[in-house]
Nanobody, 117 residues
């Protein structure tokens, strides 16, 4: 099983980034996919999720309207489009795959986003 994030980097406030997470080793279309983030000195928090059926949900008030989660089952990939980035979005972003009943959970290694001028 592999879950690999990419797309992080340094971006100026107000900029945009799209994170990608490519998964392998399990039936991607059956899994719910989530993005978490962990800012320096803070606990990891759930940012967004998309179910196997494509239902999306967002969990951080400050991101609503700025972040969009999506998935492409043909590519075994989940995305997080982030617009109007703010310094407080600086964090390591992690991809998470969860089986239908939660019995299997897989994490990526994380990708760092730094929002700074």
């Amino acid at each position: 099983v592999q879950v690999v994030e990419s797309g992080g980097g340094l971006v100026q406030p107000g900029g945009s980034l799209r994170l990608s997470c490519v998964a392998s080793g399990f039936t991607f279309s059956n899994y719910g996919m989530r993005w978490y983030r962990q800012a320096p000195g803070k606990e990891r928090e759930l940012v967004a999720q998309i179910t196997s059926a494509g239902v999306m949900a967002y969990y951080v008030d400050s991101e609503k309207g700025r972040f969009t989660i999506s998935r492409d089952n043909a590519k075994n990939t989940v995305y997080l489009q982030m617009n109007s980035l703010k310094p407080e979005d600086t964090a390591v972003y992690y991809c998470n795959a969860r089986s239908p009943y939660g019995q299997y959970v897989y994490w990526g290694q994380g990708t760092l986003i730094t929002v700074s001028s």
